[in-house]
């Protein structure tokens, strides 16, 4: 079992030996010059290679004025560099069968690819003029403009993206983690060229890198070939030069809005999430979330499962679920039903929350639930493109490296007694509930 510092200064030459795990895998860490960080699981017998790009920025690290340019800039960097044009990005990755794509988070922007292992070069190559060629064509940031509008209106379209987005909001309230990922439809007509690019320039550099790659590799060749990208594209890669640090974990000051917030949408079945203000991601206590939340709403034998569709027939889908970020988090739970249906709805979800927090949790549930993460995590993680995630999140997130051993062992360790803790906590928690249907925002539901 392996937990491993990942310090910021490169206090020494070389690569270092993170974790050697049985069958030949290899986890190795550099710190190269200019500050780029690069992390590397080598799995023996793997045919492929995920490869992945990250920025530690996202969407709230936007400026004023610079809404939704994280994810707009993501878009951009498809579009073109000085030395390729947007097909022959596509092609690159198409003529020889891989994958290729990015994603933009509140924290963190990240860009991948999967290919063969002999293909890995290219994919370094390609991401890497990505990351350090973007042009940012007036004409093409125009075009992307209606792309991007497309998709919010597409996610606008769908009243659980709605209601997950209204239920962030005044769950966070005025915590830049509050907006929405892709921004709203009117910061994105507003943003300039220039604020993107501006955004660009700020945070796309060495310092900010860490790459990523887990797979039919070699550790020295992975980092070899970073640097020669890099020093293609122009990139200045000063030696002993440190990564910028993390970001604080300073527990944030949540000024949300609890209480009923009903969304006005003409739809035939209403979404409802009811939770509040919750732990950071840093916190010790989230093994303990994943084990209440396995057993609150994590499957068909969860306990709102159960209740909710099972016995009563009331929902189709309802599930618990926690996002957590460095200084803030939130835990909700959810459920979709007819109009007629809300108010018996919202009830029931609060009074399962309520029986955890009185009643804690069996013996027969805490076993339950520790083989349910315990299994998805060892399954997940057969995937070259998690394991590539895995190390992203472990040196922009937590600074440590835990290797699977580890982590099965601290879920193993969760008691009961720790559940029932944590939901107290949660039950005692001012509630926020959004409710998405053909209501007027006069309804209250008899809250």
């Known amino acids: 079992m392996t937990v491993v510092p990942l310090p910021l200064a490169q206090n020494h030459p070389g690569d270092t030996l993170?974790?050697?795990?049985?069958?030949?895998?290899?986890v190795r860490r550099s710190v190269l010059p200019g500050g780029v960080r690069v992390l590397t699981e080598a799995m023996p017998g793997?045919?492929?290679?995920?490869?992945?790009?990250?920025?530690?920025?996202?969407?709230?690290?936007?400026?004023?004025?610079?809404?939704?340019?994280?994810?707009?800039?993501?878009?951009?960097?498809?579009k073109g560099t000085k030395r390729r044009t947007a097909l022959e990005i596509a092609s690159a990755f198409d003529e020889v069968g891989g994958e290729s794509?990015?994603?933009?988070?509140?924290?963190?922007?990240?860009?991948?690819?999967?290919?063969?292992?002999?293909?890995?070069?290219?994919?370094?190559?390609?991401?890497?003029?990505?990351?350090?060629?973007?042009?940012?064509?007036p004409a093409e940031m125009e075009q992307e403009r209606d792309v991007i509008l497309e998709e919010i209106a597409m996610d606008s379209d769908d009243p659980t993206d709605v209601a997950h987005e209204h239920f962030v909001a005044a769950v966070l309230g005025t915590h830049p983690l509050g907006r929405p990922i892709g921004g709203t439809p009117d910061a994105i007509r507003a943003v300039a060229r220039d604020s993107v690019w501006d955004h660009y320039r700020r945070y796309y550099r060495p310092d900010e890198?860490?790459?990523?790659?887990?797979?039919?590799l070699e550790h020295d060749v992975v980092c070899r070939l970073v640097v020669d990208a890099l020093h293609t594209a122009g990139w200045a890669l000063e030696p002993g030069a440190a990564p910028v640090d993390r970001r604080s974990t300073v527990r944030a000051d949540i000024t949300g809005t609890a209480g009923l917030h009903v969304v006005k949408r003409p739809v035939e079945q209403a979404n409802i999430i009811m939770g509040c203000p919750t732990i950071v991601a840093t916190d010790e206590r989230r093994y303990v979330m994943s084990v209440l939340n396995?057993?609150?709403?994590?499957?068909?034998?969860?306990?709102?499962?159960?209740?909710?569709?099972?016995k009563r027939g009331l929902v189709y889908s309802t599930y618990s679920f926690a996002s957590s970020y460095a200084d803030a988090?939130?835990?909700?739970?959810?459920a979709g039903c007819t109009p007629t249906k809300v108010r018996q709805v919202v009830e029931l979800l609060g009074a399962e929350l309520d029986k955890?927090?009185?009643?804690?949790?069996?013996?027969d549930e805490l076993r339950k639930a520790v083989g349910q993460l315990c299994g998805g995590i060892v399954l997940a993680l057969e995937d070259t493109g998690s394991r590539m995630s895995r190390l992203g999140r472990a040196e922009l997130v937590s600074g440590e490296y835990q290797d699977i051993d580890e982590t099965l062992r601290l879920i193993k360790a969760v008691t009961a007694g720790q559940v029932q803790e944590l939901a107290r906590e949660l039950a005692a928690a001012p509630r926020t509930v959004t409710v998405v249907g053909p209501f007027e925002e006069s309804e209250t539901f008899g809250l």
């Open 18 to 26: 993170i974790h050697g795990a049985d069958g030949g895998s290899e």
């Open 46 to 78: 793997q045919r492929s290679a995920t490869i992945g790009f990250w920025v530690g920025v996202g969407s709230r690290d936007e400026a004023p004025g610079q809404h939704g340019s994280t994810h707009f800039l993501e878009h951009l960097l498809f």
């Open 101 to 137: 794509n990015a994603a933009t988070a509140k924290e963190s922007t990240c860009y991948f690819a999967r290919v063969l292992d002999t293909d890995l070069p290219m994919a370094i190559d390609v991401i890497a003029d990505m990351i350090t060629g973007a042009v940012l064509d």
């Open 209 to 216: 890198l860490v790459i990523t790659a887990a797979g039919g």
């Open 294 to 310: 396995a057993v609150l709403g994590g499957g068909m034998s969860s306990r709102l499962f159960q209740e909710i569709r099972e």
């Open 329 to 334: 988090g939130y835990f909700g739970m959810y």
């Open 356 to 363: 955890l927090a009185g009643g804690g949790i069996s013996d």
